[in-house]
């Protein structure tokens, strides 16, 4: 399974650009456990419409993994528009799908 196919969603990853490196850590460890994460740096490609894509790749997953840092809540931009994105996604979705995973 490549990076690219059009494949479910399992989990989608959010996270400050400073987190980056944890968003790689946690992506590389979701693979190799076999399951499809997404991550903008991974799956986004020069070109495409990539509010479009990250939208619908929200409403498409089955997990939300948001990654919280001192960086990323001190932040206003991206980073906040897309969880409050996936929060309102959450509230649409039925009750017993599992969505929003908290550590």
């Not at 490609?45 to 001190?74: L, T």
Request: glycine share 2%; charged share 30%; aromatic share 16%.
């Amino acid at each position: 399974m490549s990076d690219n196919n059009p494949v479910k969603t399992d989990i989608f990853i959010i996270y400050a650009r400073e987190d980056s490196v944890y968003a790689e850590k946690l992506y590389n460890e979701l693979k190799k456990r076999r399951l499809n994460p997404w991550m903008d740096k991974r799956n986004l490609f020069y070109g495409q419409n990539w509010q479009k894509i990250i939208e619908d790749e929200v409403k498409k997953s089955r997990y939300f993994i948001p990654i919280f840092s001192s960086s990323s809540v001190k932040k206003i931009g991206y980073v906040q528009n897309e969880f409050k994105y996936a929060l309102k996604v959450l509230c649409c979705m039925i009750i017993l799908k599992h969505f929003l995973l908290t550590f």
